[in-house]
T-cell receptor
Framework: GQSLEQPSEVTAVEGAIVQINCTYQ??????LSWYQQHDGGAPTFLSY????GLEETGRFSSFLSRSDSYGYLLLQELQMKDSASYFC???????????FGAGTTVTVRA | DAGVIQSPRHEVTEMGQEVTLRCKPI?????LFWYRQTMMRGLELLIY????????DSGMPEDRFSAKMPNASFSTLKIQPSEPRDSAVYFC??????????FGPGTRLTVT
């Protein structure tokens, strides 16, 4: 099975940078994904890392270290619309299921 | 593409009634996933299909839950009989390869 740990809450001001860490334990790791969910909305895909290193997509970047079983999502130039929950999810090498973390609630203040 | 379509968006029913949730995945996506989200348990995978075939239903809580995918463009999740503890938001998601999943808007189910 899989277990994931991520902080429950983060608060920051507009324009700041936020890093959301995710550590995981899994019997067979394939890749790490990140999803964003606004209150009352559906999760939306942000990024996926299968290999070590940094993936950049606009203001958001995601990093993976397979040897450390660790990844993070970096949110830059924070905007009010970035206030949401962010979930890391791991895919097992043996199937196509995703196991989601409990989520990190990011609150952006003016 | 319209994205993943789910219906109904909201469902309120009484305990003991049958509930059927519907999902139309994105055309061309081979994988379809049903999730349940609650404050207490977070986002849980119930079952997933590959090419209309159920692959893993280990997350289905009990025999009251069943899911079908009769063709590539339609899936149902049925709860019979429903109980108050089934109250949750149920999401359907589809994917071309598994790790990049596209979620529907969800069905908010309330069982009284």
């Amino acid at each position: 099975g899989q277990s994931l740990e991520q902080p429950s809450e983060v608060t920051a001001v507009e324009g700041a940078i936020v890093q959301i860490n995710c550590t995981y334990q899994t019997s067979g790791f394939y890749g790490l994904s990140w999803y964003q969910q606004h209150d009352g909305g559906a999760p939306t895909f942000l990024s996926y890392n299968a290999l070590d290193g940094l993936e950049e997509t606009g203001r958001f970047s995601s990093f993976l270290s397979r040897s450390d079983s660790y990844g993070y999502l970096l949110l830059q130039e924070l905007q009010m619309k970035d206030s949401a929950s962010y979930f890391c999810a791991v895919r097992d090498i043996n199937d196509y299921k995703l196991s989601f973390g409990a989520g990190t609630t990011v609150t952006v203040r003016a | 593409d319209a994205g993943v379509i789910q219906s109904p968006r909201h469902e309120v029913t009484e305990m003991g009634q049958e509930v059927t949730l519907r999902c139309k995945p994105i055309s061309g996506h081979d994988y379809l996933f049903w999730y349940r989200q609650t404050m207490m348990r977070g986002l849980e995978l119930l079952i997933y299909f590959n090419n209309n075939v159920p692959i893993d239903d280990s997350g289905m809580p009990e025999d009251r839950f069943s899911a079908k995918m009769p063709n590539a463009s339609f899936s149902t999740l049925k709860i019979q009989p429903s109980e108050p503890r089934d109250s949750a938001v149920y999401f359907c998601a589809s994917s071309p390869q598994g790790h990049e999943q596209y979620f529907g808007p969800g069905t908010r189910l309330t069982v009284t």
